[in-house]
Each structure stands twice: as C-alpha cells, then as structure tokens.
Nanobody, 118 residues
Framework: QVQLVESGGGLVQAGGSLRLSCAAS????????MGWYRQAPGKQRELVAV???????NYADSVQGRFTISRDNAKNTVYLQMNSLKPEDTAVYYC????????????WGKGTLVTVSS
C-alpha cells in the first residue's frame, strides 16, 4: 500500500521561506515522477513543480526561480524548498507520485496548508 505524507506547512510572512517534505511508503518511489501541486480556496488544483525519476525538473511559471524541488531516493522523500513566499502562494500543497507507465495508478497525499501573510 502506497502512502504519501506531507509535512512542513505553516504560517509565514511574505518574503519568508518554508520547506515541505513528502515521505512515501511502498515500493514505487524510485520509479515515480514526484510532484507538488497546490489548491487555493476557490481555485483548481495546479501543478507547482515536478521531478522525474531521473532528476529532471519542471516548474510553474509563477514559482520559477523561487521554489526548488528535490528528491532523496534513499529516504523515499521529495522536498519543496519555497523562498520569497508571496501571499498568493497560500494554498494547500499536495504531494503526488506518478509511477506510470510502470504502474497504473497515481497517488496523492492529504495535503499540508501553507499560509503566507502580507
């Protein structure tokens, strides 16, 4: 059974930093692209950043240059370092594991809330 558990969310002032972590249980981590998504109140869930099993990364334009995604395959953990936070970064942040095509399902964590005050 695959589980993703996010941590590291909280309240921070604009301009501050947070680091989110997502610990994965199960055997899919090393074969999965790992992503961070976020959903703000009243808005659709959107991709923030993704890192492939090979380490390639991609970012939403809105976070490019401020956020960094990384992974530690030995710890089955993916991170999102968030710097220069803005009030518009306020959202619930979700971790995602996509092991396709090796597995048919994708997996989601329950989310961690990030609140950026102005």
């Amino acid at each position: 059974q695959v589980q993703l558990v996010e941590s590291g969310g909280g309240l921070v002032q604009a301009g501050g930093s947070l680091r989110l972590s997502c610990a994965a249980s199960g055997s899919i981590f090393s074969i999965s692209a790992m992503g961070w998504y976020r959903q703000a109140p009243g808005k659709q869930r959107e991709l923030v950043a993704v890192i492939t099993s090979g380490g390639s990364t991609n970012y939403a334009d809105s976070v490019q240059g401020r956020f960094t995604i990384s992974r530690d395959n030995a710890k089955n953990t993916v991170y999102l370092q968030m710097n220069s936070l803005k009030p518009e970064d306020t959202a619930v942040y979700y971790c995602n594991a996509d092991p396709r095509p090796w597995r048919s399902m994708i997996y989601w964590g329950k989310g961690t809330l990030v609140t950026v005050s102005s």
